[in-house]
């Protein structure tokens, strides 16, 4: 059972009780930056702030009456169950949704909300996978219907109306398409219709490089569970691709890239800064590509999913740090200073730079010993200064350890 270009069609008219014709607006931002003209279809502003309603709607809808009576079940990181509570509290239907606790609470507060008395909201594991996990045993045991967040025909024939509307809206079809890719859902429906609509436009699927199971599963020539992932982009970090999209990427002809997830949250800071949008991590997946990522030809016609703006506000400390980070801007060091007086004063007049800045420092006294350890933050004011500061550093004669990205201590800071 696959999708097909004309169950995505078919699907419009069902979903359409409860979705957005979402806006399709031209990024000036991004067209200067590419020279290209690029367009945002703006998925955040559906009802569940997701393209997720799409395929979760199309899915109950189609229930019997029978199925309908026995309640739904499902697992997501947050957009899929927002778009399951929705459908549940518009059909009636009731709905049991399992998240993990990685969830940001902003997302469980507006599941809650969608669902109303229709919907119980579940916490269960670390990742959507272990959610999924136990989403599947609850159905097994009541009864109920497992509504999957994309790897489903149904799921998949929902997510793809986004490429119609798209079409439609631009008048013509893109030269290049850009999507973002968890479990394969929307890039599966998009890739179902534009083979067989307009084979000549260039699909693009983008993955966070913490969670790239498409491209391992297209590596591997089959869905594989990747060892780890990195939940940040929870949107779209799934560790295994679905097995009902995975074919329809691979024989679309679809490119996989991957952005770094430091990237995704420079893009959430310019897309905010700049564009005046919200976005959330997997919301900025696609536009984070075009920064050098995407080989483009100038004057072509680009369009961007911006799938998801379900960002919950007490992020954006973590998402500025990583940012900085990314950037080459934020750097942390374990320093030795000497138990004399005048030691930090030292440093900060002969090692800081004109324009460094110090974001955090944290000295513990030891009395019994000559040297005292502190933890030291430094923000640059350009990635270029780090090679001064480095060799300042080593003239110096303080013990000095760089906290290195990827140690235990540095992720114990970000």
């Known amino acids: ?68 009576a026995r309640g739904v079940v499902c697992a997501s990181a947050g957009n899929h169950a927002q778009g399951v509570a929705l459908a549940c509290s518009t059909l009636g239907v009731r709905g049991r949704i399992f998240v993990p606790g990685t969830t940001p609470r902003q997302k469980r507060d507006r599941i809650a909300a969608l669902g109303g008395d229709n919907v119980e909201v579940i916490v269960s594991g670390d990742s959507y996978d272990e959610a999924f996990v136990a989403a599947t045993l609850d159905a097994t045991e009541t009864g109920a219907v497992l509504v999957p ?43 179902a219709w534009m083979s067989e609509r307009h084979p000549g436009t260039r699909l693009v699927g983008v993955e966070p490089a913490g969670a790239a199971s498409m491209a391992a599963a297209l590596d591997a020539g089959a869905p594989v569970p990747l060892a780890a992932t990195d939940p940040f982009v929870d949107g779209a970090a799934v560790a295994t691709a679905g097995s009902y999209t995975f074919p329809l990427v691979r024989d679309g002809g679809a490119q996989l890239i991957t952005v770094d997830e430091g990237h995704v949250c420079t893009e959430m800071l310019r897309l905010y800064q700049s564009d005046g949008i919200i976005a ?41 740090e990583r940012s900085l980070i990314h950037q080459g801007l934020k750097h942390y060091f374990l320093v030795s200073f000497p138990q004399e007086p005048g030691a930090l004063r030292r440093f900060l007049d002969e090692i800081l730079g004109p324009d460094d800045d110090i974001t955090l420092f944290d000295y513990v006294k030891r009395n019994n010993r000559d040297t005292g350890p502190a933890l030291i933050g430094v923000e640059l004011a350009r990635a270029s200064d780090l090679d001064g500061l480095l060799a300042r550093l080593d003239d110096s004669s303080l013990g000095v350890e760089r906290v290195e990205p990827g140690s235990t201590l540095f992720h114990y800071l970000v």
């Open 280 to 320: 959330e991590p997997a919301g900025a997946l696609a536009t984070a590509a075009l920064d050098n990522r995407i080989d483009l030809t100038p004057g072509s016609t680009v369009v961007c999913v911006l799938s998801g703006g379900n960002n919950d506000i007490s992020r954006y400390g973590e998402v500025l």
């Open 1 to 68: 059972m696959t999708t097909t270009a004309d169950d995505v069609e078919s699907s419009l008219p069902r979903i359409a009780p409860v979705i957005e014709t979402t806006p399709l607006v031209r990024s000036t931002r991004l067209s200067q930056l590419t020279g290209c003209e690029v367009w945002l279809k703006r998925e955040d502003l559906q009802p569940v702030r997701s393209y997720k309603i799409r395929g979760a709607y199309n899915f109950i809808v189609q229930l019997d009456d029978d199925a309908q």
């Open 149 to 191: 967040a994309f790897d489903d025909p149904r799921t998949i024939a929902g997510q793809g109306t986004v490429a119609v509307e798209i079409v439609e809206q631009l008048g013509s079809a893109p030269d290049v398409l850009v999507v973002p890719v968890g479990g394969g859902g929307l890039i599966a429906g998009v890739s």
